[in-house]
């Protein structure tokens, strides 16, 4: 068998989310909490034009859940804890020499390096729920991995990040070579691109410590879609000049060299908590479609739809994604795709 997880570009059959519930990550008060519903629900109701989507709704939840999403989205009542579904659901990929036949990574979640805060346990075992219910096999993992911590091409490159897969809570005994054995054993990568970091704000109490698909995303084969902050006055105008110059050095697994795309970030540099990582690149890229983060302003929102719109060669919509970052993510984060298995490619 050789697995093969496809770019994102790719034909879907259906989107994977999971809704918000009682915790940490929803947070305190009734109206900061109904944020994230609607942030949750829009970001469903928008990838519902372009393709089935199933939620994953914990039984405290299933009213509210239908409630907000009628009959566009498909639910599936399962106990959560958490509900960034990119993480620990199925990463899936397909076999190319055995058509029709889907597999489902199973990763070890442990929400993040395991900090006090986190709650995981339960959510950590969504992966077999979906992959039993999709018909998927399941390809058990001995990696601690987030979905949210690779980006592929689809033709044998994923790139990483020093700071995730080398985490000492994560993955303690784990070096570069050993990470990128599972990445060909599971995603059928056979280049390895190591990022050194993500974004400033995924290093706070709340972050994924180097998520790259804030930071970075495989437009297609050979080109690469990656965050720029203009403002010197934020710290990661340092970090994306780096990333910049780092990347312009790399090739792909076909030896290409890459093409860089710059996505600038929104002007708004600061919230309550510090600098923020407001980013474009965490869009999810659906059939025929793109679904971008918003943050209110309406130049740069419009400026970055072009860009995804140009680089993809599809329309993009946005929803306003401000609420998911406040709780430590975005659009991609809280997404999971599940590839065509008729005529993938």
Known sequence: MGWRMPHEGAQHDRTWMAFPRAGVTLGDGAEWQETAYRAWSDTALAIAEFEPVTMVVDPTEIDRATRMLGSAVEIVESPLDEFWMRDFGPTFVIDDARPGVL????WIFNGWGAPAWAQWQVSAGIARIIAERVGAELISSVLVNEGGGIH???????????TVQLDPNRNPYADKARVEAEMLRTLGADKAI???RGLTRDYDEFGTRGHVDIVAAFAGPGRVLLHRQDDPAHPDHDVTRDLHAMLQQQTDAAGRPLEIIDV?????????????DWSYINHLVVNDGIVACGFGEEKADARAREILEEAY????????????????????????????????R
């Not at 592929?152 to 020093?162: F, Y």
């Not at 600038?264 to 923020?276: C, I, K, M, Y």
């Not at 599809?314 to 430590?328: C, L, S």
Request: one cysteine or more; proline letters at 8%; aromatic letters at 4%.
């Open 313 to 344: 060669g599809r329309r993009a919509v946005t929803v306003d994604a401000r609420p998911i970052f406040a709780r430590g993510g975005g659009i991609h984060c809280i997404t999971q795709q599940q590839p065509s298995v008729v005529g993938a």
């Open 264 to 276: 600038p970030a929104p002007r708004e540099l600061r919230d309550d908590e510090g600098f923020v």
């Open 194 to 196: 190591w990022l050194p």
């Open 152 to 162: 592929v091409d689809g033709e044998g490159t994923v790139l990483l990040t020093d």
């Open 103 to 106: 597999g489902a990574v199973d």
